[in-house]
C-alpha cells in the first residue's frame, strides 16, 4: 500500500468548499451508478479546511481508497482553493489506478461544489 498524493486547483474559495463540506459530513455522495464518497466531519483553520474522504466501490469489497481532502486558501480570500488528497489504497490498487481514482475524487468533489453554488444562485 503507497501512498497516494494527488492536487489540483478548486472551483470555489475556502468558506464555500467548508459549507459544502459541512453539509455533507458523515454523507455518502453518489459519483455514479455504483461508486460513492463517505465524508467525515471536516475541521477549519486559518486558511485550510480538512476531512477524511474514502470511496467506496458497490462491485469491489471494502474501501478503495482512503485519506485525507485538504482545501488551502490561496492569501486572498476570494480565489479558488488548492485541494490535496493524501491516502492509500487498501483494495490494494495499483499506484496508477489509486491516483486516478484520487484524481476522479477531486473533480467530483469540486464539480458537485459548483453545481450548489449554482443552484443557489438560481433560488
Excluded at 23 to 29: K, N
Excluded at 40 to 55: D, H, K, N
Excluded at 83 to 103: D, H, K, N, Q
Aim: aromatic share 4%; glycine share 8%; no cysteine.
Amino acid at each position: 500500500m503507497s501512498t497516494i498524493r494527488v492536487e489540483t486547483d478548486g472551483t470555489s474559495d475556502l468558506a464555500r468548499v467548508y459549507l459544502w463540506l459541512t453539509r455533507h459530513r458523515g454523507q455518502a455522495i453518489e459519483l455514479d451508478r455504483s461508486k460513492r464518497l463517505v465524508f467525515g466531519v471536516p475541521i477549519s483553520g486559518a486558511r485550510a479546511v480538512i476531512v477524511a474522504v474514502v470511496l467506496q466501490d458497490d462491485g469491489k469489497p471494502g474501501t478503495q481508497i482512503g485519506g485525507v481532502l485538504r482545501a488551502i486558501s490561496s492569501r486572498v480570500d476570494t480565489e479558488p482553493v488548492r485541494l490535496v488528497f493524501e491516502g492509500r489504497s487498501p483494495a490494494g490498487l495499483s499506484p496508477a489506478a489509486a491516483e486516478a481514482a484520487a484524481t476522479r475524487v477531486l473533480e467530483a468533489i469540486s464539480e458537485q461544489i459548483v453545481g450548489d453554488e449554482l443552484v443557489e444562485n438560481v433560488a
